[in-house]
């Protein structure tokens, strides 16, 4: 979406999940109306769904195909992105074509190989930079050297991006390799730097890297929770600067969507939502959420010096922010304590006017700071950027072992790359391909 923004046009996207394709389809290549007709197109062969745009199987099944690799090679992209898994990335990998933890980022190059596009975006989490197993260098590192290896060889560019100097209400940091075909950078003269290249807000950078998308937020006009939750149907909140991307569906979208779809409140037992509570008050005071953890695991002796650090930190009676009185003194105090007390402790509320933390493809790890829930699709669909039009499609969300197969709304919120710095990285294709 953010690429079309910038003026570009989808040729093929390849998606093996259905149920991401699904919202993907609806969106940007034409409205589901009918959920027959979509499970008609998923078992619909590669040509077919080349021609489509949106291929519904694994990125194998689109190299193993001639005709189809035909038309993309002659169809000549200007771009290819993609994010391919790059745990266990290894440049051995290549001479050895056996091992198979890598197989998805040398198909990516497979297919960049053969098409040459003029420039190639790879994005992953900041956590391909580190070492995985025996390997001498960094996936990251090894994975630059392959881009610029890959014939027709390219000129590569390490940026790590935070959605937050994009627009975006939302702390997400991200790498990507930005790569530049050889010849047309020695024709404009564009180089990249030997060092990764750290986003940061407007005012505070010094220099920009020719090959790095240019960031549009100044410190003191950063996104926050409350602007990103101002305006939305039903929402306490209130007073936020309203950010205009939500109302509008970027030119691009095909949905239908005419109120913000998605937006469910989800459903919590009476202890859960008085668990919220106490830790919105917790939150508010400034207390770490391992005391909750602590007190749960803890001994009589500890867990009465707990009790007793709360009864310092906290004022009485003890209110959330909606007026519910929780505890009126410190013997109440224990007794909440008790009663909420659970292994869980990874939910964290997020703070009104602050940036959300980086949105997870779990639904229930953030507690709304106000009301005693956590929060709907559409309203992490909003941290991320996405306009109110654009509908997250297939069931909402999924558990157990169905998790690693399934890829439901909040997965494919979570999994996303923020619209606001796909248009950034648009942009700067635009301005060099111009």
């Known amino acids: 979406m953010g690429l079309e923004a910038a003026g570009g046009k989808l040729l093929t996207a390849v998606e093996r999940s259905p149920m991401a394709a699904e919202t993907f389809f609806h969106n940007l290549i034409e409205p589901i109306s009918d959920k027959s007709m979509w499970d008609e197109y998923v078992n619909r062969d590669v040509r077919y769904q080349v021609s489509k745009g949106l291929v519904v199987k694994e990125l194998e099944k ?12 002659a169809s000549a992209p200007d771009v290819v992105v993609g994010g391919p898994p790059c745990q266990g990335f ?3 990998g290549r ?49 630059q050297t392959a881009l610029k290896e890959t014939v027709p060889g390219y000129v590569v560019q390490a940026v790590e991006v935070n959605a937050l100097h994009y627009g975006a209400p939302q702390h997400r940091p991200r790498l990507m390799i930005i790569g530049l075909r050889q010849d047309i950078a020695k024709q404009k003269n564009i180089m990249s730097t030997t060092t990764l290249w750290h986003s940061n807000f407007l005012d505070k950078l010094e220099t920009i890297p020719s090959l790095a998308p240019i960031p549009t937020i ?18 306490s ?43 919105q008050c917790l939150s508010d005071a400034g207390v770490d959420n391992k005391t909750l953890s602590n007190f749960t ?12 650090q709360l009864d310092k930190a906290l004022k009485f009676p003890l209110l959330t922010p909606e007026g519910v009185t929780l505890a009126r003194n410190k013997s109440e105090l224990e007794t909440l304590l008790v009663t909420t007390q659970t292994k869980k402790h990874s939910q964290r509320v997020l703070k009104l006017d602050e940036p959300a933390r980086t949105v997870v493809t779990i639904g229930d790890d953030y507690v709304h700071p106000i009301e005693p829930r956590t929060f709907t699709v559409r309203e992490l669909a909003r941290f991320q950027g996405f306009p109110d039009a654009y509908e997250f499609r297939a069931k909402e969300t999924t558990g157990g072992l169905n998790r690693r197969n399934e890829v439901p709304q909040y997965s494919q919120v979570g999994n996303a790359v923020s619209p606001m710095l796909a248009l950034a990285v648009g942009k700067l294709i635009e301005t060099i391909l111009a």
């Open 62 to 73: 689109v190299l193993q195909d001639a005709p189809s690799m035909e038309v993309l090679a």
């Open 90 to 92: 290894s440049l051995a």
């Open 95 to 143: 001479r050895n074509p056996e091992d198979a933890r890598n197989s998805l980022p040398w198909q990516f190059l497979n297919l960049v190989e053969v098409t040459k596009p003029k420039v190639v975006v790879i994005e992953n989490v900041v956590g391909m930079r580190h070492k995985f197993g025996n390997e001498e260098a960094h996936v990251f590192d090894q994975l």
């Open 218 to 235: 100044h410190t003191e006009t950063r996104r926050t929770v409350r602007d990103a939750l101002t305006g939305l149907s039903g929402s």
């Open 237 to 279: 909140i209130k007073g936020g600067h309203k950010i205009s991307s939500y109302s509008n569906n970027w030119g691009v979208l095909r949905g239908t969507t005419k109120t913000p779809a998605n937006h469910v409140m989800r459903r919590h037992q009476p202890l859960s939502v008085l668990r919220f509570g106490l830790y």
């Open 297 to 308: 695991n803890g001994s009589t002796t500890e867990r009465q010096k707990i009790v007793e």
